[in-house]
């Protein structure tokens, strides 16, 4: 007698991702679980069911799994902020500031993605044109990174924002004796505690819009990187009622004053949702300079960044979560920031072990660190996409000698044998189709560089025998570049 299925995929090329990567032509899935992968021709004489699709030859894959992500911001971004990615222009960034603001009328006018590294006039932008369109109306306007904000008078006057603000593990940026409206890392807190919290309803809502684009681009799962209990809970909720079903890993949030109640009462685990960890920052961002770095930044004389919180901050989380069993997860742009949680890390570990302790991006090591990472079994956790993102300017922020250590993923993969990738969305953009064809060909969607950003293979542009291992990789890329710029949707089991 057959056992009964709910759904069964036939005619496919089914990339299995076992040990021997191999490719199969049939999939069985029952109470959305795979039961069963193999030849069709044996699968369907043990299997039935009333729901059979043929794939016509299309490939079908494994979900995704995205290592790093804000899952709910992504999703907040889609309904009521202003998307400012790509702008060319601070003049761009104002009128789709004005458009958005039209249409939603929110107390408060929120917009994401610019990026003065895009402009021509590569400068942080200045509040005065700001404050004249919307002289009564609060404005926050979040750099690409997350680690700096542009806001208007109106929101300085509701945080109680002045020249004389000073903030720890942070900047408010003051021009001619008045703050310019830029905020830097810790001080954007000073505006988040200023906007009303979001309801109950808008977070379903951001959630499942977030999930509507996971499952479009084919992943499955994701990690959060730093989410507030309350909407961990939120989650659990809608997981168990069915609503929700992309399976969610969610570092807790540091900022968050729960957290360490939540902690106490262990690790967290249901069949979608698993709390094992916690979330630091160490430092800013390389885009906005807030990345802490060993010597100054090379077009910034006198400007080494910033670190985030007091070493004695760092050690109690980290005690904390060593008491309680959970994993430490640090964000470490730069190679100070880099160095002061790897030398952190392997005071606690110790030696070998399988905590699992993460640095989150960990984009410019010092040569003398990178060994810390095999010797303490501590975890890189990078994201493909950044390298290309910055490749343009990065070199302008560290210069030549510091680029060496600069978004060193293979040599970075070297050290324990593996390592986590991720998107960061809305950090970068969400599918991870991009994240792969950054991971491999080191190049933006226009094949820029021709030899790829610090290649990590000694190939200088001869073109490469069809038939060597490196020649079909560039054949398979050319195929990669063509589903992305065609943004073809991928199934997800």
Not at 99 to 104: F, G, I, L, T
Not at 172 to 186: E, Y
Not at 241 to 265: H, P, Q, W
Not at 322 to 345: C, E
Request: hydrophobic share 40%; aromatic share 8%.
């Amino acid at each position: 007698m057959k056992k009964k299925a709910d759904l069964i995929i036939y005619n496919a090329k089914v990339y299995t991702v076992d040990d021997h990567f191999s490719i199969a032509d049939c999939v069985i899935i029952k109470e959305g679980k795979i039961m069963a992968v193999g030849k069709a021709e044996e699968l369907l004489s043990a299997y039935e069911t009333d729901d059979m699709l043929d794939a016509e030859g299309s490939y079908v894959y494994p979900g995704f799994h995205d290592a790093h992500c804000h899952f709910l911001s992504y999703g907040l971004g889609k309904l009521q902020r202003a998307d400012l990615t790509g702008t060319s222009s601070f003049d761009e960034v104002l009128e789709l500031v004005k458009a958005h603001a039209e249409k939603n009328k929110s107390e408060w006018v929120e917009g994401r993605g610019w990026d003065q590294n895009d402009w021509e006039l590569k400068k942080f932008p200045d509040r005065a044109e700001l404050d004249r369109l919307f002289p009564a109306r609060p404005v926050v306007l979040t750099r690409i990174d997350g680690h700096a904000s542009l806001v208007n008078g109106e929101a300085l006057r509701m945080a109680g924002i002045t020249a004389k603000t000073v903030v720890t593990g942070g900047e408010v940026m003051v021009v001619n004796g008045r703050p310019s409206g830029i905020l830097i890392d810790n001080a954007m807190e000073l505006i988040t505690n200023a906007i009303p919290e979001n309801n109950e309803e808008i977070q379903i809502a951001a959630l499942l819009a977030a999930q509507k684009d996971c499952f479009a681009v084919g992943l499955s799962s994701v990690t959060d990187a730093g989410m507030k209990v309350s909407v961990i809970k939120l989650i659990d909720s809608l997981q168990k009622n069915g609503i929700m079903k992309i399976r969610v890993n969610a570092m807790l949030s540091t900022m968050d004053s729960t957290y360490l109640d939540f902690m106490r009462e262990g690790v967290y685990k249901s069949d979608r949702l698993h709390v094992n960890s916690v979330k630091l920052y160490t430092d800013g961002a390389l885009g906005s300079r807030g990345a802490c770095m060993l010597e100054p930044y090379s077009d910034d004389p006198g400007n080494y960044g910033l670190i985030m919180y007091t070493e004695s901050y760092y050690r109690e989380v980290i005690e904390n979560a060593m008491k309680y069993n959970y994993q430490v997860n640090t964000h470490a742009i730069g190679d100070s920031g880099n160095r002061l949680i790897l030398d952190l890390y392997a005071e606690y570990l110790g030696g070998p072990n399988d905590k699992r302790w993460r640095v989150e991006h960990a984009q410019i090591i010092h040569e003398d660190d990178f060994k810390k990472f095999a010797k303490f079994n501590i975890i890189p956790s990078i994201q493909s996409t950044h390298a290309t993102s910055d490749m343009y300017w990065a070199e302008d922020r560290v210069g030549a000698e510091r680029m060496k250590g600069a978004y060193a993923s293979k040599r970075l993969l070297d050290m324990n044998g593996w390592l986590p990738n991720g998107t960061d969305f809305p950090i970068e953009k969400i599918s991870p189709i991009l994240t792969f064809y950054a991971a491999v060909a080191r190049k933006d969607l226009d094949g820029y560089p021709e030899n790829a950003f610090i290649p990590g293979m000694p190939y200088r542009g001869k073109r490469p025998c069809v038939r060597s291992p490196y020649g079909q990789q560039k054949a398979a890329l050319k195929k990669m570049k063509k589903a992305v710029l065609r943004q073809e949707k991928l199934p997800i089991l």
